[in-house]
């Protein structure tokens, strides 16, 4: 079993800049793809970028592209996530995955945190 834990969530200015880390423990997740996803209240839950086990390959919802960047430490068995350029639409409740695919839907994934809120002010 893999437990995923998320923190940095806070409230900031539209603009500013947050980081979201996500600590894996019992068994390592060297071999699993990362991801982050988001829900806000009422809508569904949102694929926000990922990274493969290697950290070879990444790949970013639109919305977030060149503003955040996903990166990983498997000595660590930590991934992060570097919010910059902030908007009040990226206000939710971000979730950190772990799964045997990368991939932008949810059913990729078999290990969740249990979400960090992110709130940005206008």
């Known amino acids: 079993q893999v437990q995923l834990v998320e923190s940095g969530g806070g409230l900031v200015q539209a603009g500013g800049s947050l980081r979201l880390s996500c600590a894996a423990t019992g068994r390592t997740v060297n071999w699993h793809a990362m991801g982050w996803f988001r829900q806000a209240p009422g809508k569904e839950r949102e694929f926000v970028a990922a990274r493969s086990w290697s950290g070879g390959s990444t790949d970013y919802a639109s919305s977030v592209e060149g503003r955040f960047t996903i990166s990983r430490d498997n000595a660590k068995n930590t991934v992060a996530l570097q919010m910059n350029s902030l908007q009040p639409e990226d206000t939710a409740v971000y979730y950190c995955?772990?799964?045997?695919?990368?991939?932008?839907?949810?059913?990729?994934?078999?290990?969740w945190g249990q979400g960090t809120q992110v709130t940005v002010s206008s």
């Open positions: 995955a772990a799964g045997p695919v990368m991939g932008r839907s949810p059913r990729f994934y078999n290990y």
